[in-house]
């Protein structure tokens, strides 16, 4: 990898979440930048690019559009391929970018802000979804749990953080669906549950003492359900590696439990290094890289694609 420049939009702070108008104009602004910093960081010039890839779904549709019709500007001037990618096909194989090639077919776990997922990977380009949560993703629990407690946006880090000090087995949080014969998630039983217990037991405010046994307690239910489950798909699917990416696959404690489950199984876990976890550029540059070694220049020659919100569903052969 030769750059991968991140250009964040802190702004979004002041509304309490994105605004989806302003997100999109801010990106007008800054990809000409962004792209000519790609290059420099790199030592490139555009002459010597081989092709370009752009993330196509699933996200905020006006902050997709900016992106793929510079790149489609960019693929017209150069007479270059152009490879649309799901961003969730980044989050999968982020692990692979520091380790390179992958055996098929696979178990994908993504967990991020707006995804919790199990996927079956038998390519570069094939993916089925063979579960996924029925309500929030694990992210949302972790960032809606912190805020509780008062800790901030986004709460996943802080609660690691706490956790590390903390007891995981001093309070019983639910595990919803763990022993459901199915691959899917449940975290807003969780939220409940633990707004319930801090109105009951702290009704004028937990103590921050008592901070990181809760925060290891919730932890230690998130990871478990994530972990369980994704074993138990990959055993199913005769798998044998599990990869993880998203915003959560950077918890400690569920990279551990999963590397010591695994391990009794001889089952391979490939997790991105922490700078890979979170959306990035990096990770949809590999998975166009595999799929044009896969399905060669010709397949991506079409300019007629067209952006989505939506997550993969089902069985999906892409493109
Ligand atoms: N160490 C951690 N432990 C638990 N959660 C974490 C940790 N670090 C980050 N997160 C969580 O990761 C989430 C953000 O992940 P990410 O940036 O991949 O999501 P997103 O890109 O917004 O969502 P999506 O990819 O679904 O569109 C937040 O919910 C955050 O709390
Ligand atoms: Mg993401």
Known sequence: MLSNIISSQDFHTLYGGIVPELASRSHTEVISKVVDSALETAKSKISEIDAIAVTTSPGLVG????????????????????????????????????????????????VSGGHTAIFLVRSYS????????????????????????????????????LAKQGNARAYNFPRSMLNQNNFNF?????????????????????PEEL??????????????????????????????????GGGVSANSRLRQMLLEKSKKY??????????????????????ASKKLSE??????????????????RGRKVIP
């Open 63 to 110: 902050s997709l559009l900016v992106g793929s019709n510079f790149a489609k500007g960019l693929a017209i001037k150069y007479n270059l391929p152009i490879i649309p990618v799901n961003h969730i096909e980044g989050h999968i194989f982020s692990g692979n970018l520091q380790k390179g090639d992958t055996e098929f077919p696979l178990i994908s776990l993504v």
């Open 211 to 244: 901070f990181p046994d809760i925060c290891a307690s919730v932890q230690e239910a998130i990871a478990e359900v994530l972990s369980i489950k994704t074993l138990k798909s990959a055993k199913k699917f005769n798998c044998n590696t599990i990869v993880i």
């Open 266 to 287: 001889g089952i391979r876990v490939v997790m991105p290094n922490m700078e890979y976890c979170i959306d990035n550029a990096a990770m949809i540059g590999f998975v």
């Open 186 to 206: 449940s975290f807003s039983g969780l939220k409940t549950s633990v707004r319930y217990f801090l109105q009951k037991e702290f009704p004028g405010g937990a």
């Open 126 to 161: 094939d993916y089925e979804l063979v579960g996924t949560t029925v309500d929030d993703a694990a992210g949302e629990a972790f960032d809606k749990i912190a805020k509780m407690l008062g800790l901030g946006y986004p709460g996943g880090p802080a609660v690691d953080r």
């Open 295 to 312: 399905l060669g220049a010709d397949t991506f020659l079409d300019l007629d694609f067209t952006v989505s919100p939506n997550a993969i």
